[in-house]
């Protein structure tokens, strides 16, 4: 009878794991759903939604017609602003990216210091970055004003001479935007992972470095640089995807003038969704631009493995 009982008892125990183990799983997914549902409506559906649009030719006042791949031959071929404004977005995160991680790099080294008052410059050199982009443009199309912006006048109180017109010059509109990026950029969210990748570094690497008499440029060339080198290209990562999507500034500065000087490709996307109406065309470059995303963060994974050290790794 015992025996019949313990068996009967070890039948029943594995029913009752798998019963517990559904009920835990269903709180999980209970759980999870807010997110998931989100995940569906918000983001995976109008994925979906752009994909299909991005074959039709459709302007919100008619039904969708199937085109096929036509929106992204024109965009290809017959759209003049397309490769004008690629480049252009390109060549603005070739000037900003490396200007600002370079700052970010020099900007957290100095505030890794253990010296009196740091945690107030760390708090100041931090505020720009959350400044919100419309402020910033703003403050910006006041300081680069060329008649009697800061910028200007100071430069021609030292100098003497006429300062550019900045926002409203197709030669100095791009460069403009790009002081506004770094001003925003150096001392954020790059400079505070720097920070942290910098106070994760072991003591012990720079007291033998200092045994074999390294000064402070070969600590920081030889210690720091290789051991914060993941979050270097983590940063670059996000920098170039950052610097590729950008938008409010130059909306919001200078409306992608003057003369397109800074029609970035976002702009373009933009114009071509809510000031034409060509929503298929629209999501057809949408899906262009994430096909180059993809592929310039593929280059930078694959090339990652030449330069980026990783604490523990054993390479052959």
């Known amino acids: 009878m015992g025996l019949w009982q313990a ?3 070890t039948l029943r125990r ?7 183990r559904r009920r835990e799983a269903l709180q999980g997914y209970m759980l999870l759903s807010p997110w998931l549902v989100g995940f569906l409506v918000f983001t995976l559906g109008p994925m979906i939604a752009s994909l299909v649009l991005s074959l039709t030719d459709y302007s919100l006042i008619r039904k969708p017609t199937f085109v096929g791949m036509g929106n992204y031959a024109r965009a290809l071929t017959d759209d003049d602003l ?3 404004s690629l480049g252009r977005t390109f060549y603005y995160a070739w000037l900003t990216v490396p200007l600002a991680t370079i700052g970010a790099i020099l900007l957290a080294a100095l505030l890794n210091k253990d010296l009196l008052g740091t945690t107030i410059y760390r708090t100041f050199f931090f505020l720009p970055h959350l400044t919100p982009i419309v402020a910033a443009a703003l403050l910006w199309k006041w300081i680069l004003q060329p008649d009697f912006g800061p910028v200007n006048l100071l430069l021609f109180r030292l100098t003497g001479i006429e300062g550019p017109k900045w926002f409203g010059s197709p030669e100095w509109a791009l460069p403009g935007l790009v002081i506004m990026s770094l001003w925003m950029t150096i001392g954020g969210n790059r400079m505070m992972v720097f920070l942290a990748g910098m106070q994760g570094v072991p003591q012990e690497y720079y007291e033998a470095a200092e045994i074999d008499g390294a000064n402070v440029w070969h600590k920081f060339r030889h210690v720091t640089m290789p051991m914060i080198s993941p979050t270097i290209f983590f940063n670059v990562v996000l920098g170039i ?6 938008f409010g500034a130059a909306f919001i500065a200078t409306r992608g003038g003057p003369a397109y000087a800074t029609w970035f490709y976002a702009l373009h996307i933009y114009s071509n969704a809510f000031e034409y109406f060509h929503m298929g065309y629209a999501c057809a470059l949408s899906w262009l631009f994430l096909l180059v995303m993809f592929f310039f963060t593929y280059i930078q994974f694959r090339s990652s493995a030449r330069w980026v050290y990783y604490e523990g790794e054993v390479r052959g």
């Open 241 to 246: 995807i950052g610097a590729l999507r950008v």
């Open 82 to 84: 397309f490769w004008s």
């Open 14 to 20: 594995p029913a009752r794991v798998r019963t517990s």
């Open 7 to 9: 068996e009967a008892g």
